[in-house]
């Protein structure tokens, strides 16, 4: 103490030994950490030593990028342990400081370890799996010793098998995994979506040495160009990007029909619970933390290329089903009008119905038992189709619905399934239409037309092969004037006759005695008026 009574402050007892067991035990750590540290960079040396003495310059770039990664650790566990800058530490951005080179040591050197073994560099092997094991040191001294530093240590367990045994139960469920997803794997187009570069090398390479179709895309916005313009079955995406993040992403993938049934699956250095749950939310179908096992990857890729393909499948089969739905949906309508064939699809029947003023017309090409007599039936066939197809467009062109064709006979109506103001003209301008596109054709065919118009009943019969028909007085009356008919020409009676007369010219063929009908005068129709 001064003489005027005032000095500093002495420290407590035992406040200066604190201190210093405190920087102790920082260097300690340091030290500790900069010992896998020291292995890792030291044996890269030496193997890229080596293999420039050798010639094995396939492995100097990949040892080159453990060494930098080896660096920027260095860099980071002198952060780590220097207490000013501690404070000061991002805990997002740390977790990405440290995850991403230490992805990339541990990921490299296995990935050279096993090409190594192939080419039968045991040695070099032997350094590599130092080099692997360094690192997983390293990890597990993070782990232990920085809280907030997020790493989980199971996420890359099974990537440090070491013992014969561990090393044989992971080939074997990888060949398990391989056999499940083979062909999957001989077709399967991957995308990688990583801001690092060296990631998106080492995660390309791995997953090419499994036999995927790979691409990378360094950002968000590029990865979405490259879906909208190429196939992919699997999205493997980072979260934390420049540019457009994971969650930019994946929100934009669910918002676009052609692109939301992609999978996806996100390896991010973070492997915080808001993130993964905020993932799994906006549609992710997995979420690995960096550094990931290889063999937990494929397992997870696997599994999604698996429901992915077994959903494409329920897709195919969907759209199968659909497209024989619409064809037996055109069948249907081929057999059956349009209304009708709603009614059986919606109800499983149709309920019978009378209608009071339907055009019933029917035309027969005459003579054609004895032309059928001297053709072959190929040639028959082909030349009745032609007719037919032209009666139909017909039908059509005059809003008249066909019920069906009988031999040479066929049938049609109008005013059955849509009102029509006059539909005896419907009928007698569609007949002859059909007149005259008969004599066009190269057989040069005759028909005559019957026309009657009156109240029939209409219904399906049969079900095993569904018929739609009419019936009453005025389908047999029609018949009986197609019968009546002279050739080239259309008949009608004195009924239908006076319902078409001020729009047509003809000429009355005087009473004739009709089957079942009695005498009745009958009209030869030339032509109608526009």
């Not at 009928?427 to 004599?439: E, K, T, Y």
């Amino acid at each position: 103490m001064s003489s005027d009574g005032q000095g500093s402050a002495s420290p407590p007892d035992g406040a200066d030994d604190n201190r210093g067991e405190k920087s102790e035990s920082e260097g300690n750590l340091k030290h500790e950490l900069r010992t896998p540290l020291s292995h890792i960079i030291g044996y890269c040396e030496m193997l890229m030593e080596q293999a420039q003495d050798d010639g094995l310059d396939i492995f100097i770039t990949d040892l080159d990028r453990i060494h930098s990664a080896g660096e920027r650790l260095l860099d980071v566990v002198d952060e780590l342990c220097d207490p000013a800058a501690h404070r000061k530490i991002d805990e997002v951005a740390m977790n990405h400081e440290v995850r991403t080179p230490l992805n990339q040591v541990i990921g490299y050197a296995e990935m050279l370890q096993e090409q190594a073994k192939d080419l039968g560099h045991d040695s070099f092997a032997s350094d590599l799996q130092n080099v692997h094991t360094a690192g997983r040191r390293l990890l597990e001294l993070i782990v232990e010793n920085f809280a907030s530093i997020q790493v989980n240590p199971d996420a890359v367990g099974s990537e440090f098998i070491t013992s014969k045994r561990q090393q044989a139960f992971a080939k074997e469920t990888t060949a398990k995994q391989n056999k499940a997803v083979g062909a999957a794997i001989a077709t399967a187009s991957l995308l990688v979506v990583d801001d690092n570069e060296l990631n998106r090398d080492m995660l390309t390479r791995r997953l090419e040495r499994l036999g995927y179709k790979v691409s990378c895309a360094e950002n968000g916005i590029e990865a979405l160009k490259l879906l909208r313009t190429q196939s992919f079955d699997l999205l493997l995406l980072d979260i934390i990007m420049p540019v457009m993040d994971g969650f930019e992403v994946l929100e934009q993938l669910k918002a676009d029909p052609l692109l939301r049934d992609i999978p996806v699956v996100v390896l991010s250095a973070s492997d915080q619970l808001d993130h993964v749950v905020k993932c799994i939310q906006k549609g992710a179908q997995d979420y690995l933390s960096k550094p990931f096992s290889p063999v937990l990857l494929q397992a997870r890729i696997g599994s999604c290329l698996e429901r992915k393909g077994l959903r494409d499948q329920e897709t195919l089969y969907l759209r199968q089903i659909e497209e024989e739905k619409q064809r037996s949906d055109e069948l249907l309508h081929v057999i059956l009008p349009r209304d009708i064939a709603a009614e059986l699809k919606a109800t499983d029947a149709v309920k019978p119905r009378r209608f009071e003023r339907v055009g019933i017309l029917f035309c027969d090409i005459v003579g054609f038992t004895a032309y059928s007599a001297r053709r072959g039936p190929e040639e028959i066939l082909s030349h009745l189709q032609t007719l037919v197809e032209a009666f139909e467009q017909l039908c059509l062109k005059h809003d008249l619905e066909k019920i069906k064709t009988i031999g040479d006979s066929f049938m049609a109506t109008a005013g059955l399934m849509q009102r029509l103001d006059n539909p005896a003209l419907n009928c007698v301008r569609c007949g002859l239409d059909m007149v005259a596109a008969a004599r066009e054709l190269p057989t040069r065919w005759q028909v005559r037309v019957g026309v009657h118009v009156g109240p029939v009943i209409a219904g399906v019969v049969g079900h095993r092969k569904y018929q739609y028909d009419v019936w009453g007085d005025a389908v047999n009356t029609a018949s009986r004037m197609e019968q009546a008919a002279a050739p080239g020409s259309v008949c009608v009676n004195k009924d239908t006759w006076n319902l078409v007369a001020e729009r047509c010219s003809g000429r009355s063929l005087g009473r004739i005695e009709l089957k079942g009908k009695g005498e009745q005068e009958l009209f030869v129709v030339n032509a109608v008026s526009n």
